[in-house]
């Protein structure tokens, strides 16, 4: 099982932005279907971004355009680069992995490999 580990997380006012990097314990490229889910107090998980093997990306409808996913196979490392960010983007982000294959479907019980999460919070 890969592990993965979150970074870059912090407080930041509302028009900000911010990075988060998680950082795989194994080869990526090509090998795993990567992506990003958030938890706000309260609330259930839900998928932000994905990135397939192959580069492709997909995000929430909500986003609006804002955030941008990103993975650096010689690093095995991926991203998210979160811009105009808003206070209801306040959550415990998680990376995520699925080995080969993206789930289908885009709920956080389809995904097998987590991140420990880290916490983002916007002020306004």
């Known amino acids: 099982q890969v592990q993965l580990v979150e970074s870059g997380g912090g407080s930041v006012q509302a028009g900000g932005s911010l990075r988060l990097s998680c950082a795989a314990s194994?080869?990526?490229?090509?090998?795993?279907?990567m992506g990003w889910f958030r938890q706000a107090q309260g609330q259930t998980r839900e998928e932000v971004a994905r990135i397939w093997n192959d580069g492709t990306t997909a995000y929430a409808d909500s986003l609006e355009g804002r955030f941008t996913i990103s993975k650096d196979n010689a690093k095995n490392t991926l991203y998210l680069q979160m811009n105009s960010l808003k206070p209801e983007d306040t959550a415990m982000y998680y990376c995520?992995?699925?080995?080969?294959?993206?789930?289908?479907?885009?709920?956080?019980?389809?995904?097998?490999?987590w991140g420990q999460g880290t916490q983002v919070t916007v002020s306004s």
């Open positions: 995520v992995a699925e080995r080969w294959v993206c789930p289908s479907l885009t709920v956080a019980s389809s995904w097998t490999a």
């Open positions: 194994e080869y990526i490229w090509l090998r795993y279907c």
